[in-house]
């Protein structure tokens, strides 16, 4: 079995889009992650849930875990309004994602490749490339079904 | 000078111009330049490693390396996010005053422990209080990375250059208490008053965002009370065994490293969490310094230097203390203040002798070490603190320039680097 037998469409986000919208969507169709395209649809990131996240977590919450424990309750609640209108170009780290290994395989990458690309990079998805184009991802979830059916 | 010597400063100032411009990384300019010196015979591992005087100093890289480890266990605690919402909930959400316990607080704070890991620990804090009393950062963050230079000076252990000179001039804890940190505190006071003109006169104070400081607790912030007051009497005790050096004589690399021992086997922390608090490039980078610097003492350019240096001073205590003070803080503003103090100590070592040795002498040292700390404030790059600093405003989305650091640094620099000329005068030279 090839990563092409195991592709899925899936929602992407431009730079340009707010993060709480790519919160939304994460959360509303339970998605795995996210994968962040530029403006000719070719994969930048691929945001496991938990990153997407973190591009919501303020800054100084991640530096210093101590500070998330003395905000208030009403405060906490609502720390994803304090987004406002921010879009993910703003929120993502500026350097350091080009140095880190994307997820990313071609079509004819097998189960184990995928499950050791997955394993490798900590990511729940991974982006399926055909000549630099985006054909479809694999998630965790298929990856694991097939591979238990099998 | 022989040619070997003319090849061996040559090492030095590729090496020093390499760190200064980071072209490359800082440790491997410093183990770069070493190894050439090794390489061409400029020094040797007897010398390297052996030497008192052209060699590594133990007692440096040991006191930092103890230090780490308190230092990383104790901030661990939470205790300095707890000091902070203190202070701010204290101030009563009054930008200025919350400017001034905040500036306080840091300058205290670096006076104990390392500059860098004192902004490390008070920034994000700043950012939250800041963030619920909307008041801009960047000046809150630009006066906690100056006063956390100003505070290290105080003391033997409050900033790297303060740690080179003991070991080098055989100073005591309680020398630096004596002779720096009186004006330390001076400095501090003079400088809240800068802040007010800085930055305090611009702020506006919102009562409905101040009552939305006192809903934070600080008492969350502390993770694990037993381990905070372990930490706490590890570190009262390593204090009070530096003050206590008249009498218990042990060196302050084998009461920090002590207090590091004690600290691993009467708490939780495990050796490997207190290995991993360790800065090694640091003190790699250190090493290596002093191996370079070591090559030049033993081809003979230090020498030759010093010379240079006491007969162009003669007799002229005076000229030559402000001289090394002005030269310092200039020099330090520009290049980083480890490697300067670590090449000038040698120098100075010998114009103190040339001045009599005695305690007049070493106002020199004094002179040394307020240029090298204060020079530091003058420009972004200056010290450690500001770069760390303006790394971590840029990462919070509210970068701060250059320039808006270094036109904040200049003012700050002059106004303290001033008012020590006339200390060291009153002080030492009448």
């Known amino acids: 079995m090839r990563a092409r037998d195991l592709l899925a469409d899936f929602p992407v986000v431009g730079l340009d889009s707010p993060v709480i919208d790519a919160a939304r969507l994460l959360a509303e169709q339970d998605l795995p992650g996210l994968i962040v395209v530029d403006h000719d649809g070719s994969p930048l990131a691929i945001l496991p849930g938990t990153e997407v996240l973190a591009l919501a977590v303020p800054a100084y919450c991640q530096d210093d875990p101590a500070l998330a424990r003395v905000v208030d309750e009403a405060h906490a609640d609502g720390f994803l309004r304090a987004l406002s209108g921010r879009t993910v170009r703003e929120c993502l780290p500026p350097r350091p994602r080009e140095l880190r290994e994307l997820p990313v395989a071609d079509p004819d990458a097998t189960v184990l490749e995928l499950a050791a690309l997955m394993a490798r990079t900590h990511s729940p998805l991974v982006a399926v490339l055909e000549q630099g184009r985006l054909a479809g991802v694999v998630t965790l979830q298929a990856l694991l079904e097939r591979a238990l059916a099998g | ?430």
């Not at chain 2, 610097?293 to 081809?299: D, I, K, R």
Request: glycine share 8%; aromatic share 8%; with cysteine.
């Open chain 2, 1 to 430: 000078m022989s040619v070997l010597a003319w090849v061996s400063v040559a090492v030095f100032l590729g090496a020093y111009a390499l760190i200064a411009t980071e072209k490359i990384h800082r440790v491997a300019a410093a183990l770069g330049g070493a190894g050439i010196m090794l390489a061409i015979h400029a020094t040797d591992a007897e010398a390297a490693f052996f030497s008192e005087h052209a060699g590594i100093d133990w007692n440096v890289v040991f006191l930092l390396l103890g230090m780490m480890v308190i230092v990383g266990v104790l901030k661990e605690t939470g205790v300095f996010e707890y000091l902070a919402i203190w202070a701010a909930k204290k101030a009563r959400g009054r930008p200025f005053r919350l400017m001034v316990l905040l500036v306080l607080i840091t300058a205290g704070a670096s006076a104990l422990l390392d500059n860098v890991t004192t902004v490390l620990l008070i920034a994000p804090v700043t950012f939250l209080v800041c963030e619920r009393l909307a008041l801009p950062v960047a000046p809150f963050l630009i006066a906690e990375a100056m006063a956390s230079n100003i505070g290290g000076a105080a003391t033997l252990v409050g900033d790297p250059p303060n740690i080179i000179i003991a070991s080098r001039a055989n100073l005591s804890f309680n020398d630096f208490l004596v002779h720096m940190a009186p004006m330390v505190i001076g400095l501090m006071v003079v400088f809240v008053g800068l802040c007010w003109l800085m930055f305090g006169r611009s702020f506006s104070y919102d009562p409905e965002r101040a009552a939305q400081i006192m809903a934070l607790d600080e008492r969350e912030a502390i993770a694990d009370r037993r381990l905070l007051w372990q930490s706490l009497a590890v570190l009262a005790l390593v204090m009070a065994a530096f003050v206590l050096h008249p009498v218990l004589h042990y060196e302050p690399s084998v009461v920090a490293i002590l207090g590091a021992g004690i600290l691993v086997a009467a708490t939780k922390v495990t050796t490997e969490q207190a290995i991993a608090e360790v800065e090694w490039p640091t003190l790699v980078f250190f090493a290596g310094l002093f191996v370079m610097v070591g090559a030049l003492v033993e081809t003979g350019v230090i020498g030759q230097l010093s010379q240079a240096a006491v007969d162009a001073t003669a007799g002229q205590l005076e000229l030559t203390t402000m001289g090394l003070l002005g030269a310092s803080a200039g020099l330090s503003a520009i290049v980083d203040n480890i490697p300067y103090v670590a090449t000038m100590s040698p120098i100075v070592e010998q114009l103190v002798q040339a001045n009599g040795g005695n305690e007049t002498a070493q106002v020199l040292w004094w002179s040394l070490a307020f240029g090298a700390d204060l020079g530091g404030n003058a420009t972004a790059v200056g010290a450690a603190a500001n770069v760390v600093v303006l790394g971590i405003a840029a990462r919070n989305r509210t970068p701060i320039s250059f320039w808006q650091f270094t036109k904040y640094g200049l003012i700050v620099t002059v106004v303290t680097v001033t008012l020590v000329a006339p200390y060291l005068w009153l002080r030492y030279l009448m």
